[in-house]
């Protein structure tokens, strides 16, 4: 009996976690059309019907749901077979898949990136930068190796390495009329005062934590889609915000009169590494950690 291909099963579990083709075949960077024609070249293969497509929105049948708990099984078998393979070679060579949140990415790599390639020539790193939940599934999903984020971050399945603090400051313009920045107090803010990200960013549940913001008066109604926009909120005095000690002096802040001054040790989020459970690369991921902490 014919074996589905390592391909097709990946298509149909992107199928099942998009329930839209256009979607998933987007997510797996193929034509709509050979996207659905390897789903139906798995279904013969199976012989078994794994999509209904009598409705506008892709329903997976009982039997498809079966499939693809296995598939995902499978999968993730494979890809312990290949780091099996990778821990054979020299650590940090070879290909690593690096998921990072937004909050990070730009002020932690561009100066990293560079030391880390000289250091390790051999190492390919592939880079994907989103959110905390969605690269934590594509983690799961053994898309990714490892993932560069902020603690704490309620996650299943892995483990995680501390490497170092990240004091929050307050942000605002150089002249705003919203605060005294040298005489900070969070009591003295006005109502709709405090900008954040939306939900769904980590930043703006770890803001909200340590920066003690309980008073959800004084956050604004008006949240900023992205850090560059936040940023563009603030230096247009529309309100201050909270953003963590790595921005100071990055490219972001360049060109404009957004100035951070500090509030105290108390209100900081954790970097930190996260990875499978039981992964064999853990001595690589631990190695790594140690870079970014010494070059941060």
């Known amino acids: ?103 990070i990415a730009p002020f932690i790599l561009p100066d990293a990136l560079p030391k880390l390639r000289k250091q390790y020539p051999d190492l390919r790193l592939l880079l994907v930068e989103d959110q905390t939940q969605r690269i934590h599934a594509r983690l799961m999903q053994g898309e990714l190796d490892v993932l560069l984020i902020a603690l704490p971050w309620e996650m299943q399945g892995v483990e995680e390495l501390p490497l170092f603090r990240d004091a929050f400051c307050l942000a ?58 936040l940023i563009e909120m603030v230096d247009a005095d529309l309100g201050v915000t909270f953003l963590p000690e790595m921005a100071r002096g990055s490219s972001l802040l360049r060109n404009t009169r957004v100035k951070l001054h500090s509030i105290g040790d108390r209100s900081y989020r954790t970097i930190g590494l996260v990875w499978r459970k039981g992964s064999r690369r853990v001595d690589e991921f631990r190695l790594l950690g140690d870079f970014i902490r010494d070059s941060h």
């Open 172 to 229: 605002c313009h150089e002249n705003t009329e919203h605060v005294d920045p040298e005489n900070y107090r969070f009591s003295r803010l006005d109502s709709d005062s405090i900008l954040l990200l939306e939900d769904g960013h980590c930043l703006r549940d770890h803001a909200l934590a340590a920066c003690k913001i309980r008073n959800t008066q004084k956050v604004s109604r008006f949240a900023a889609s992205s850090l560059l926009t």
């Open 1 to 103: 009996m014919k074996s589905p291909s390592v391909q097709q099963l990946k298509y149909f579990v992107a199928l099942t976690e998009s329930e839209h083709f256009g979607r998933a075949a987007d997510r797996c960077f193929v034509s709509q059309s050979a996207f659905s024609n390897a789903i139906k070249e798995l279904e013969a293969t199976l012989d078994a019907q794994l999509v209904d497509r009598t409705n506008r929105n892709v329903t997976i049948t009982a039997t498809g749901q079966q499939v693809a708990v296995q598939a995902r099984l499978v999968l993730r078998d494979l890809d312990s077979l290949v780091e099996t393979a990778r821990g054979q070679k020299e650590p940090l060579t070879g290909e690593l898949r690096l998921g990072v949140i937004p909050t």
